[in-house]
């Protein structure tokens, strides 16, 4: 349960996209509009982006809401990207982990969150995490439902796969093993986001050729906001969006619709 937000394009302050707007993130974190789960995000929060020339992103997380953090509006004022992710937290139990359990989770490249909730969390998973090698799960930055996703996630990445198909993957293999899931992930790398709607809003805002905004849902009311379908991998650019549905494993088989393309 929380809100995030992805961004590529010109350069930016960071409080331009998530302090400024009239319903932006920050608000979210008390006064969401379309959170389906939960009311108040104020478990933790994080924000990272990527700076010229260096494709290892930088992170500030904290443990407490958003709006107590006095800093964060300095940082906000002046620290400009042209790519980021961030997100406010409504933890699935309180207190877990602190500032480790904020998104957004980091390795390499990657920027990773996770909005939702694993059912029946841990035990619904055990099968998953003997599939990790124990390096894997001693690495992992907190022991929480989005952490342990974040490492199936990561598992994928290193092995080869393609951000969407790591996703992908990940999504449907949870949703198999814990029925009922929430798996809105979101993923970004400095130049492309990879996102899935499962369980949760997601919409996304785009000028192709200029900018894209992927986010649990819109900072203000521009009508060229549009929302993604349930179940349906979200890959894009600062070019374009292409929406992809998903099959849930527990549904009966039937004709997976075509693609479709926003603009």
């Given at each position: 349960?929380c809100?995030?937000?992805a961004f ?12 400024e707007?009239?319903?932006s993130?920050y608000r ?8 389906r789960?939960?009311?108040v995000n ?6 990272g982006w990527?700076?010229?020339?260096d494709p290892?992103p ?9 709006w ?6 300095d940082?906000?004022?002046v620290v400009r990207t042209?790519?980021l ?10 207190g ?5 359990a904020?998104?957004?989770f980091a390795a390499?490249?990657?920027?990773f ?16 995490a003997r ?8 690495s992992?930055?907190a022991?929480n ?8 996630v990561?598992?994928?990445?290193r092995?080869?796969d393609t951000q969407?198909?790591?996703?992908t993957d990940?999504v ?6 814990a ?6 992930l979101l993923?970004a790398?400095?130049?492309?986001i990879?996102?899935?709607a499962?369980g949760d809003?997601?919409w996304?805002l785009t000028e192709?050729?200029r ?6 849902e819109?900072?203000d009311?521009?009508?060229?906001w549009?929302e993604?379908?349930?179940?349906t991998?979200?890959?894009?650019s600062?070019?374009?969006v292409l929406?992809?549905p998903?099959?849930?494993p527990?549904?009966?088989a039937?004709?997976?619709?075509p693609k479709e393309?926003?603009?």
């Amino acid at each position: 349960m929380c809100r995030h937000l992805a961004f590529l394009g010109p350069e930016e302050p960071l409080g331009r996209l998530l302090v400024e707007p009239e319903h932006s993130l920050y608000r979210q974190s008390w006064a969401p509009r379309r959170q389906r789960y939960g009311t108040v995000n104020a478990d933790g929060f994080g924000v990272g982006w990527y700076a010229e020339g260096d494709p290892a992103p930088a992170r500030y997380r904290r443990a407490g809401p958003i709006w107590a953090d006095l800093s964060f509006a300095d940082l906000a004022r002046v620290v400009r990207t042209g790519a980021l992710l961030a997100a406010v937290r409504d933890a699935t139990l309180a207190g877990a982990d602190g500032e480790a359990a904020a998104a957004p989770f980091a390795a390499g490249t990657w920027l990773f969150s996770h909005n939702g909730a694993v059912a029946d969390w841990p035990r619904s998973l055990e099968p998953l995490a003997r599939s990790l090698p124990a390096a894997e799960l001693l690495s992992m930055e907190a022991r929480n439902d989005s952490a342990f996703v974040w490492a199936l996630v990561l598992a994928r990445l290193r092995a080869g796969d393609t951000q969407g198909q790591a996703l992908t993957d990940t999504v449907l293999e949870v949703a198999e093993a814990a029925p009922g899931s929430r798996l809105n992930l979101l993923l970004a790398d400095g130049t492309t986001i990879t996102a899935t709607a499962w369980g949760d809003t997601l919409w996304y805002l785009t000028e192709p050729g200029r900018r894209t905004v992927v986010a649990s849902e819109p900072y203000d009311d521009d009508p060229r906001w549009r929302e993604v379908p349930d179940r349906t991998l979200l890959t894009a650019s600062r070019t374009d969006v292409l929406l992809t549905p998903l099959k849930d494993p527990s549904a009966d088989a039937a004709p997976v619709p075509p693609k479709e393309t926003g603009t």
